[in-house]
Each structure stands twice: as structure tokens, then as C-alpha cells.
Nanobody, 117 residues
Framework: DVQLQASGGGAVQPGDSLRLSCVAS????????MSWVRQAPGKGPERVST????????SYLDSVKGRFSISRDNAKNTLYLQMNSLKPEDTAVYYC??????????RGPGTLVTVSS
């Protein structure tokens, strides 16, 4: 059974940082592209970042380039998203997903990030 457990969200102020983690199980994590997708209140989901199976290639949503960094530890079956210089528009529930193609499978509760002064 595939499980993706995202954590690390919270309520922070603009300019703060957070590091999200996602522990994966039930599939061969080390062979899969992985992505972070977020969904803001009242809006559709958007793909924030993707990393290839070996961690060599990364892509980012334009609005987070230079602020967010995706990484992975295949030995720990864990995906990360380092988020710096957070802005109110980054407020959303963040999900980790397998792959990057739509439709995205937003499995589990995700982790809520709230950026507000």
C-alpha cells in the first residue's frame, strides 16, 4: 500500500523558513520522480517542484525559484522541500506525490503551511 506522509508545516511570518519532509513507503522510492504540489484555499493545485529519481535534475514553479529547494534521501525514502523567504502567497496545503504528470494523486492529509504577519 503506497503511503506518503508529509510533515513540517506550520504557521510562520513572512520571510521565515520551513523544511517539509515526506516519508514514502509501499513502492520503490529510489526509482521514482517525486514532486511537491500545493493547494491554496479556494484554488486549484499547482506543482511546486519536481526532482528526478537520482536527485540530479530539479524543476521549480517560477514563483518559488530562488527561494525553495527540493531534495531527497533515497536511503531514508524521504523527500524534502526547503522553503526560505516565505510569502503569504505560499500559504497552502503541501502534498508530496509520485511523478509529476496530471492528474496528481494528492494522497493523505498533506501538511499545512500558513504565512501571515
Amino acid at each position: 500500500d503506497v503511503q506518503l506522509q508529509a510533515s513540517g508545516g506550520g504557521a510562520v511570518q513572512p520571510g521565515d523558513s520551513l523544511r517539509l519532509s515526506c516519508v514514502a513507503s509501499g513502492f520503490h522510492f529510489g526509482s521514482a520522480h517525486m514532486s511537491w504540489v500545493r493547494q491554496a484555499p479556494g484554488k486549484g493545485p499547482e506543482r511546486v517542484s519536481t526532482i528526478d529519481s537520482g536527485g540530479y535534475s530539479r524543476s521549480y514553479l517560477d514563483s518559488v525559484k530562488g527561494r525553495f529547494s527540493i531534495s531527497r534521501d533515497n536511503a531514508k525514502n524521504t523527500l524534502y522541500l526547503q522553503m526560505n523567504s516565505l510569502k503569504p502567497e505560499d500559504t497552502a496545503v503541501y502534498y508530496c506525490i509520485i511523478g509529476f504528470l496530471e492528474p496528481w494523486d494528492l494522497r493523505g492529509p498533506g501538511t499545512l503551511v500558513t504565512v501571515s504577519s
